[in-house]
């Protein structure tokens, strides 16, 4: 994997109480240190507001994250689940500030609307690290250091192989987008389309399914009672495409045979549905971050320069593939 910078000043202000009702929800609960602590000795206290539990691929990064940021390895982590509510974020971030956090880190539900937030932490000396997911702001200087994949390039990866193999065709596309306004969603559907541009591949209907199985599965299931016609379908994430997969089941047909279907992520659900040949080509999004926000943590502490952008390597896997590395997969 690779890797991205620091600032410090004064103190904060916030509202504890609401940071406890926050990290209390969701799956992994609070698992840090007291308010003002910040971390004490050799030790770093981060705090860590995930997006949610939309889906395996985020399900493998939070465990990534809460199994590397331990007391054996220097940090006390406290960890909140935002349900997929920005609102939620800014709220737990705020926090963190109150706390007096060492580090604050977090994957963006969305890419905008965080400057305010981001310049309290700044205000008040914390840096923020960005993992997974981007935001959008005039001021780079507001975080540290953004740690992911390069979420254009995998539609892209993900519109060639569509291209390569359709092209000619005339095939009829439907799209499964992640959730609106999210770095992934954006940048993996202006990828996908730059890449099948000026093939005679047809996107007909285009629709948010919040990568989550269910809503891949009820988009899907309008898309088939809408158009007469689908023989491709691209789902920002493995999750969406799974659920994609009931709803073309449900209704008599093969998926990977009668409707295509090309994905990202290949966690394991995803991957075992590909070595079946329900889903046809996926491009991998590595979960596994937490070693980097680890090893960028420290070193922002310490005061040390970091990578702006530290973009985490991905593969691409075929149905033989997919069979191969199963066995073995982590995630």
């Not at 809408?226 to 789902?235: C, E, T, W």
């Not at 990977?256 to 991998?284: C, H, P, R, S």
């Not at 960028?296 to 320069?305: L, P, R, S, Y």
Request: proline letters at 2%; hydrophobic letters at 40%; a negative charge.
């Amino acid at each position: 994997m690779k890797r991205k910078t620091f600032l410090r000043s004064a103190a904060a202000a916030a509202s504890i109480a609401a940071v406890a009702a926050l990290t209390a929800c969701g799956g992994g609960g609070d698992t840090g240190a007291a308010a003002g602590d910040g971390g004490g000795g050799d030790t770093i206290s981060i705090g860590f507001s995930q997006v949610g539990a939309e889906s395996g691929w985020r399900a493998a990064n939070t465990k990534s994250i809460q199994d590397t940021l331990t007391a054996e390895n220097g940090f006390e982590l406290s960890f909140s689940d935002a349900q997929q509510k920005q609102e939620n974020q800014i709220q737990a971030i705020r926090s963190y500030i109150a706390q007096g956090m060492d580090v604050i880190a977090f994957s963006p539900v969305v890419e905008t609307g965080w400057d305010a937030v981001l310049q309290e932490a700044k205000n008040a000396g914390i840096p923020v690290i960005l993992t997974d997911r981007a935001v959008d702001t005039e001021d780079d200087s507001l975080y540290e250091s953004f740690i992911g994949s390069d979420f254009v390039l995998e539609g892209e990866r993900a519109g060639q192989w569509v291209a390569e193999n359709f092209d000619g065709q005339g095939l009829k596309m439907v799209e499964l987008q992640g959730t609106t306004g999210s770095a992934p969603a954006i940048d993996r559907k202006e990828g996908f389309a730059k890449a099948v541009e000026g093939t005679d591949i047809e996107l007909i209907d285009s629709q948010t399914g919040d990568f989550t199985r269910a809503g891949g599965k009820q988009v899907m299931e309008g898309f088939l009672n809408s158009h007469d016609q689908i023989d491709l379908v691209f789902a920002h994430n493995d999750d969406m495409g799974l659920g994609a997969i009931e709803a073309i089941e449900a209704a008599g047909l093969t998926p990977g045979e009668d409707i295509k279907i090309v994905t990202i992520d290949a966690v394991k659900d995803g991957m075992q549905a590909l070595a079946d040949g329900k889903i046809n080509y996926i491009v991998e999004c590595n979960p596994m971050l937490g070693e980097d926000l680890a090893e960028v943590a420290k070193k922002v502490v310490a005061g040390e320069e970091v990578e702006k952008r530290i973009v985490v390597e991905d593969a691409e896997f075929t149905q033989e593939q997919a069979a191969e590395a199963l066995p073995t997969r982590e995630y």
